[in-house]
């Protein structure tokens, strides 16, 4: 039986690379008779070949979700899994328009004043928001 298409070259696992192999026989016409070999052999291409990356994102996790912070939604959670997993270093982020898209978005309760100091609080802080990294870092990492 061939396993190119129908020519009558042989794989040579020497000479050919492995992906030229399984290639040559996921489209070999006689493919149907090896369907579970090549289901199995599917299967074991989508294993990763380490786990790297799903050791820092549990890392991740591991630092965001503490002890002091397990009241966290699964969309809150997950917004903060993929910006530190996904987002810029700390260093070349600007919080500036954040916060103030923030503050921005809805009167806040600043420090358990009611409503109308919450509003000057907010007007304040739309004018002069000025974030230390050192100080921004502290608090993601609470």
């Not at 040559?24 to 006689?30: E, M």
């Not at 070949?49 to 699964?74: D, M, W, Y």
Request: one cysteine or more; hydrophobic letters at 40%.
């Amino acid at each position: 039986a061939s396993c190119d298409g129908g020519n009558d070259t042989h794989l040579d696992l020497v000479t050919q690379d492995y992906r030229q192999v399984w290639w040559k026989l996921f489209r070999s016409v006689d493919a149907k008779r090896w369907t579970n070999v090549l289901s199995i052999a599917e299967l074991l291409f989508c294993i990763p070949a380490a786990n790297g990356h799903l050791e820092r994102v549990f890392s991740h996790l591991k630092t965001i979700k503490t002890n002091q912070r397990t009241c966290l939604s699964s969309e809150a959670l997950d917004h903060l899994m993929r910006i530190n997993t996904e987002g810029p270093p700390l260093a070349s982020f600007n919080a500036t328009p954040a916060v103030k898209r923030w503050w921005k978005a809805k009167q806040r309760r600043t420090g358990g004043r009611g409503k109308h100091a919450a509003a000057a609080t907010a007007d304040l802080a739309e004018e002069s928001i000025t974030l230390d990294l050192d100080e921004w870092d502290a608090w993601l990492n609470e």
